[in-house]
């Protein structure tokens, strides 16, 4: 895995996606939003993402809901030369040392693994891993992510999925030359 390289152009890609559309640099292009997601295009070589917030997020320790303080939570596909649909997802904390996030669509799990660099961001393991997950998520109508924080909270975000499709597929136009 290579996740320095990839946690800091995610990084940047995750700033620019959070800043309001007339905030963002010249250089970035939102170039379409479905409903729940949003595409962005920026830069040379080229780089185009989706992005989504979560419309839920619940955060419990000890089996008991708690308020935390969390950064942005985010989760991401991004095309771009090497990459061809990356997901990863940015928890807005640091995960705790050696913890998977699990990636549930419909029943359908996978595993998402924290950065030991950048500790507040995760990814699949693998582009055959990636394809799997765009694919549930195309074909899903919600997404949670479940994970643990270094200081023990346990957190469950959902995402929608309404137009999620829409938006990869143009993420992928966007960037396929």
Known sequence: MFFTKKA????????????????QQTSTNRVATNTAWSTFVDGKPKQCWVVAAPSQSENTRGGKAVSVSRGEIRLFVTYRQRAKGEVSFAGGYPFAPSSTVVLDVGGAKFSLYPD???????????????????????????ATLTAKSAKGTQTVDTFSLSGFSAAVDEAAKQCAN
């Open 8 to 23: 800091h152009s995610l990084a940047v890609l995750f700033v620019l996606a959070a800043l309001p559309a007339g905030a």
């Open 116 to 142: 030991s660099s950048a500790k507040d961001w995760a990814w699949s393991g693998s582009a055959d891993d990636d394809a799997k997950i765009v694919a549930a998520l195309k074909g899903g109508s919600n």
